[in-house]
C-alpha cells in the first residue's frame, strides 16, 4: 500500500435544515477498505467536522469519534444500526472496474457491533479535569453562587488535600479564586463558608456531554435521556 496519495479535499453541502452532509473527495487510482484507512489516516481536517456520538448494541453511550473513525467503521461493517437527523457523506476514490465513485453516508450517532464497548462499566467515574468539573457545576461558583469565566475559576477541595482530602469529583467544586483563597486550608465550616450546591460524579453520559464543545442537537437530545433527573446538565 503506498501513502504518497495526495491528501483529501473537503466540501461541505447543506441540502436541508435537519440534515447536513459533509462530503469528502478523494482521486487516486484505485479504491478499497486499505485505501480508504490510508486516505482517512492522512487527512487532517477532523476540526472540521462535529465529533460522531458511539453506542454499543443496546444504545448505551461510549465516547466520541471523528469523521475518518466512524467512516472506517461503516467500511468494516461494524455498524449495527444508527441514529439521530444529521448525517455526512464520504466520496472515496473510483472503482476501476465499474468507474463509479465509492461513497459511505454515517449518522450522527451509530452503535457499533461487537462486544458490549460501554460494558466497562457506564458507570464508572470519569476522569477528573478542571474544564469538566466547571461545566458540572455550570461555571458557579460553590461558596458565593457568583457565575464566572473559565479562566477566573479554580478546583475548591472541600477537604483540603491538608487534611487528607483527595482529588475526586465528590471532593471538589467550582470556586472563584477569592472564596478559594479566602477558604485556604480550612473546612467550609471553618471558614463559615456554606456550600450552596453538592459535588457530585457526572455519569457517562453526563460526562460526554461535558466533555463535548460541539455537540449536534440531536446528540445532545439522545444523552440527556441517559443523564440523572437531578444533573446540572438539565440546567443548561
Known amino acids: 500500500m503506498q501513502a504518497s496519495h495526495r491528501p ?13 452532509r459533509y462530503e469528502q473527495r478523494a482521486d487516486p ?10 486516505t482517512l489516516a492522512q487527512t487532517d481536517s477532523t476540526r472540521r467536522f462535529p465529533l460522531i456520538l458511539t453506542l454499543d448494541t443496546n444504545g448505551i453511550p461510549h465516547r466520541w469519534i471523528n469523521w475518518q473513525h466512524a467512516v472506517w467503521y461503516y467500511a468494516k461493517n461494524r455498524v449495527a444500526w ?3 437527523s444529521e448525517a455526512f457523506t464520504v466520496s472515496g476514490g473510483r472503482c476501476r472496474h ?19 464497548m460501554a460494558i466497562k462499566g457506564f458507570n464508572q467515574v470519569p476522569p477528573l479535569n478542571n474544564r469538566e468539573l466547571f461545566h458540572r457545576d455550570r461555571h458557579v461558583c ?11 475559576l479554580t478546583r475548591d477541595h472541600i477537604i483540603p488535600y491538608s487534611r487528607g482530602g483527595h482529588d475526586t469529583w465528590m471532593n471538589v467544586v467550582t470556586a472563584c479564586r ?26 457517562r453520559a453526563e460526562f460526554l456531554i461535558l466533555a463535548n464543545r460541539r455537540i449536534l442537537a440531536d446528540q445532545m437530545e439522545f444523552l440527556k435521556q441517559h443523564v440523572a433527573a437531578n444533573s446540572r446538565v438539565h440546567l443548561a
Open 142 to 152: 460553590g461558596y458565593c453562587g457568583g457565575l464566572f469565566s473559565h479562566f477566573k
Open 8 to 20: 483529501a479535499r473537503v466540501k461541505q453541502q447543506r441540502p436541508s435544515r435537519t440534515q447536513q
Open 178 to 203: 477569592g472564596c478559594n483563597e479566602k477558604k485556604g486550608s480550612r473546612l467550609p465550616e471553618e471558614a463559615r463558608m456554606e456550600l450552596i450546591y453538592a459535588p457530585y460524579v457526572p455519569n
Open 82 to 84: 444508527e441514529t439521530g
Open 29 to 38: 487510482p484505485d479504491f478499497d477498505e486499505d485505501h480508504l484507512e490510508l
Open 98 to 116: 465499474t468507474g463509479e465513485t465509492s461513497r459511505i453516508t454515517a449518522a450522527s450517532i451509530i452503535a457499533i457491533k461487537g462486544k458490549a
